[in-house]
C-alpha cells in the first residue's frame, strides 16, 4: 500500500518563527489533506489540497503530485500553532486515507 | 452545515467488557463514514469505514467491530475489551463522490481507557 512520510518529526520554534512542514508520498494519489490536531485531540482541517497552491492566512501549502510530495508552510507562528500536524492522502481507486506519522510542533513564547 | 458527533467523550471500562460507542452526522445524505484509533503519541490507524448502509470494511485485524444500522450512523463494538484496545477513537466522515473531492471532517473522539 501508499506510504506516507512527515518530516521534520519533531520541531521546536520560537514565536515569530518561520517553519516548512513536508509529506512524502509513495505513489499517486486522488487527495491529501493537512490536519493540525490540538492539544484536546481535535483535529482540525487546515486544507484540502490534492495539487496546486493554497494559502489560508499565516498558513499555506503546495502539493507536486507529479513529484509526490506536499509541503506546509507557517509564518510567523505562535503559541496556539503547536500541536501534530498531519497529512493524510487518498490513493486512486480507494476511498481510505492513509495518514502520515505526523510532526509535533512546540512553539516557545 | 454539516456536523458529527460522537459519545461518549471519555471512558473507562475494565478488561472483558464489552464497548459501544457511537457516531452520528447530520447535514449531509449517504456519507462515507470511518472509524480511526489513536494510541497515545502515535499516528491514526484506520480500523473501518463503510460506503453505505450495512457495507463494512475491516482494515486491521482486531477485537472490535463496526455496524452502520442507519445511513449516517456508525457503531463501534467490542465484546469483549483488551487492554491493547486503550486509545483515542474518532470518527469521520466524507462525500459519498466516487474519486473525486471528498474532504474529510472529523469528529471529537472517544477517550478510551481499559483497565
Known amino acids: 500500500g501508499i506510504q506516507v512520510e512527515q518530516s521534520p518529526p519533531d520541531l521546536i520554534l520560537q514565536e515569530g518563527a518561520n517553519s516548512t512542514l513536508r509529506c512524502n508520498f509513495s505513489?499517486?494519489?486522488?487527495?491529501l489533506q493537512w490536519f493540525h490536531q490540538n492539544p484536546w485531540g481535535q483535529l482540525i482541517n487546515l486544507f484540502y489540497?490534492?495539487?496546486g497552491t493554497k494559502q489560508n492566512g499565516r498558513l499555506s501549502a503546495t502539493t507536486v503530485a507529479t513529484e509526490r510530495y506536499s509541503l506546509l508552510y507557517i509564518s510567523s507562528s505562535q503559541t496556539t500553532d503547536s500541536g501534530v500536524y498531519f497529512c493524510a492522502v487518498v490513493s486512486s481507486g480507494t476511498y481510505k486515507y492513509i495518514f502520515g506519522t505526523g510532526t509535533r510542533l512546540k512553539v516557545l513564547a | 452545515s454539516q456536523t458529527i458527533h460522537q459519545w461518549p467523550a471519555t471512558l473507562v471500562q475494565p478488561v472483558g467488557s464489552p464497548l459501544s460507542l457511537e457516531c452520528t452526522v447530520e447535514?449531509?445524505?449517504?456519507?462515507?463514514l470511518y472509524w480511526y484509533r489513536q494510541a497515545a503519541g502515535r499516528g491514526l490507524q484506520l480500523l473501518f469505514y463503510s460506503v453505505g448502509i450495512g457495507q463494512i470494511s475491516s482494515e486491521v485485524p482486531q477485537n472490535l467491530s463496526a455496524s452502520r444500522p442507519q445511513d449516517r450512523q456508525f457503531i463501534l463494538s467490542s465484546k469483549k475489551l483488551l487492554l491493547s484496545d486503550s486509545g483515542f477513537y474518532l470518527c469521520?466522515?466524507?462525500?459519498?463522490?466516487?474519486?473525486?473531492?471528498?474532504?474529510?471532517?472529523f469528529g471529537p473522539g472517544t477517550r478510551l481507557t481499559v483497565l
Open positions: 489540497i490534492p495539487s
Open positions: 505513489d499517486s494519489v486522488n487527495n
Open positions: 469521520a466522515w466524507s462525500a459519498n463522490v466516487r474519486e473525486s473531492y471528498n474532504e474529510q471532517f
Open positions: 447535514g449531509t445524505s449517504n456519507p462515507n
